[in-house]
């Protein structure tokens, strides 16, 4: 059974940083991409931030480029998200993911889901 773990959010004032984790387990990641989503109050689910298996495409929302970076640890089965910059636009509830195959921003076909980590930006 596949599980993802996030960690890593909590209460930063805006221009701080603050650095997500994603731990996968339950099966071998090979050839599958990962990425990290958001959910703010009262709005849809939006991809942030995606890499592929290798980590050598990256895809990233306009509004964070620039500011986020996606990596990740394949030795691990882990991956990250380094937010720098941060505004209180940012907040939400950050959700890591994964999928078999190449990265898409249309999340409905992102096939496992983490239960996600709240990141709170003060202003």
């Known amino acids: 059974q596949v599980q993802l773990v996030e960690s890593g959010g909590g209460l930063v004032q805006a221009g701080g940083s603050l650095r997500l984790s994603c731990a996968a387990s339950g099966r071998t990641f090979s050839n599958y991409a990962m990425g990290w989503f958001r959910q703010a109050p009262g709005k849809e689910r939006e991809s942030v931030a995606t890499i592929t298996w290798r980590g050598s495409t990256t895809y990233y929302i306009d509004s964070v480029k620039g500011r986020f970076t996606i990596s990740r640890d394949n030795a691990k089965n882990t991956v990250y998200l380094q937010m720098n910059s941060l505004k209180p636009e940012d907040t939400a509830v950050y959700y890591c993911?994964?999928?078999?195959?190449?990265?898409?921003?249309?999340?409905?076909?992102?096939?496992?889901w983490g239960k996600g980590t709240l990141v709170t930006v003060s202003s």
């Open positions: 993911a994964t999928r078999a195959g190449s990265v898409t921003p249309q999340i409905r076909y992102w096939d496992y």
